[in-house]
């Protein structure tokens, strides 16, 4: 069944780990294509995007192995420079692909990658950067091919700090010659992430906090390792924010509340009282939570486009009006109608969100279109009263490894 029944109104109470992180575990996985033996990732969420990865990964040669939150790839066998097109155009996530498969191959062909309704997300960053370091690229039938007979080092310049396209110049210069420096890029705590395992698998990577740039020299190869993947920094703030919704008090473990101090000050102001001690956080919400005059998502460390969704169903709920602007993703509202229909009164204004706090939701039948679009009308459904059917399942089924067995360990009905 498609879909997630919530009977709401009633306040969480419980303790729950964070699983692995979604947006650290699929360039890893991608990396793992460029090391020349057995890589061994533990704590790997069990989500479709993962799924998806996996199949990319075994087209291009890799044997695959999935048991227990553990995954072992050997990559020794990996000479395809083609990706199938129906995995491609299910996954956005997919385009770091190409600079794992250029370092490797030095050639690939890949459709353009789709799996996003919230916004363009150009890959012309990605592109600019791999012609830089000596890639040809042609387009052709809406296949796009890239080639190289040697991957060499650059200075690459990103106009915006793209994770994606951070990521994929990363991919490309760990065993280009010479020296790649990137200037302007992503700091995620995800691509902090990703150089950690290539590091370990052999990669020279050093991050210069002065200069604000990564030097990336690249080496001959890369050998076996194993990386444990870091918690879900998003899953995590989910949770936290389902919380403040329903009322209540919950403990989340295996967390690093350094990445989170954006969102922690958010809950804070909504009147949000938390500590942090032995891996965990507790959260204990207000009665009600308080308004917040004006937010804007921002690049890490700044408060995250990925739990702008999650937030507007918090401040549906709020004493007052809010005002959250989104600066990152210029579709990422698409979740208002279906929050509308359970009550909330939010007016799209341009590029910003204008909230007016009502004292309840009510059940209805939603329907999610994106995956964190879907997570805020969970997160509403646990406050809402009565029952609440959410249709499209599968989408947060992208980014949440079991959504039910967590709520009700956080004491929801689901």
């Known amino acids: 069944m498609d879909s997630i029944h919530i009977y709401g109104g009633i306040p969480l109470s419980g303790e729950v780990r964070v699983q692995g992180s979604k947006n650290a575990v699929l360039p890893i996985l991608a990396a793992a294509v460029l090391v020349d033996g057995v890589?061994?990732?533990?704590?790997?969420?069990?989500?479709?995007?993962?799924?998806?990865m996996v199949r990319l990964l075994t087209s291009v040669g890799c044997h695959v192995q999935w048991e227990n939150g553990q995954i072992r790839i050997d990559a020794r066998g990996a000479f395809g420079d083609s990706l199938p097109a129906e995995y491609v155009t299910q996954m956005r996530c997919s385009v770091i692909m190409m600079g794992a498969v250029l370092g490797r191959n030095k050639k690939i062909s890949i459709n353009y990658p789709g799996g996003c309704v919230i916004g363009k997300r150009p890959i012309d960053m990605h592109l600019q950067a791999f012609a830089r370091m000596g890639v040809s690229l042609t387009e052709?039938?809406?296949?796009?091919?890239?080639?190289?007979?040697?991957?060499?080092?650059?200075?690459?310049?990103?106009?915006?700090?793209?994770?994606?396209?951070?990521?994929?110049t990363i991919l490309a210069g760990v065993l280009a010659k010479g020296e790649t420096i990137i200037r302007g890029g992503a700091m995620e705590p995800e691509i902090q992430a990703l150089c950690q395992f290539l590091v370990r698998a052999g990669a020279d990577i050093r991050?210069?906090?002065?200069?604000?740039?990564?030097?990336?020299?690249?080496?001959?190869r890369l050998h076996s390792c194993t990386y444990d993947i870091p918690f879900d920094r998003i899953v995590a703030?989910?949770?936290?924010?389902?919380?403040?919704?329903?009322?209540?008090?919950?403990r989340l473990t295996g967390v690093d509340v350094s990445q989170l101090t954006a969102v922690m000050t958010v809950i804070e102001k909504m009147g949000g009282r938390w500590e942090y001690r032995n891996g965990g956080i507790v959260l204990k919400a207000p009665g009600r939570p308080r308004a917040i005059s004006?937010?804007?998502?921002e690049v890490y460390p700044g408060y995250p486009t990925d739990l702008q969704s999650?937030?507007?169903?918090?401040?549906?709920?709020?004493?007052?009006?809010?005002?959250?602007?989104?600066?990152?993703?210029e579709n990422r509202f698409r979740v208002v109608p279906q929050?509308?229909?359970?009550?909330?009164?939010?007016?799209?204004?341009?590029?910003?969100?204008?909230?007016?706090?009502?004292?309840?939701?009510?059940?209805?039948?939603?329907?999610?279109?994106?995956?964190?679009?879907?997570?805020?009308?969970?997160?509403?459904?646990?406050?809402?009263?009565?029952e609440t059917y959410i249709g499209n399942r599968h989408?947060?089924?992208?980014?949440?490894?079991?959504?039910?067995?967590?709520?009700r360990s956080l004491g929801g009905r689901i």
């Open 310 to 329: 999650q937030l507007l169903a918090v401040l549906a709920l709020a004493e007052g009006k809010s005002v959250v602007e989104e600066s990152i993703f």
């Open 339 to 386: 929050l509308n229909k359970m009550g909330a009164s939010i007016n799209i204004e341009g590029s910003c969100a204008v909230v007016q706090g009502r004292k309840d939701l009510w059940g209805a039948c939603v329907t999610a279109q994106e995956l964190r679009g879907g997570a805020a009308l969970c997160i509403a459904a646990l406050a809402a009263k009565g």
């Open 39 to 52: 890589v061994t990732l533990t704590n790997c969420p069990r989500i479709a995007d993962v799924e998806c």
């Open 237 to 250: 703030g989910t949770y936290l924010l389902g919380c403040m919704a329903a009322g209540g008090s919950i």
């Open 395 to 407: 989408f947060i089924d992208r980014g949440y490894e079991a959504l039910e067995r967590d709520i």
């Open 294 to 297: 004006y937010l804007k998502t």
């Open 207 to 220: 991050r210069d906090e002065k200069e604000g740039t990564l030097r990336i020299r690249g080496v001959e």
């Open 140 to 168: 052709k039938n809406n296949i796009l091919t890239a080639c190289t007979e040697n991957l060499c080092g650059s200075d690459v310049s990103l106009p915006f700090p793209s994770v994606g396209a951070t990521e994929n």
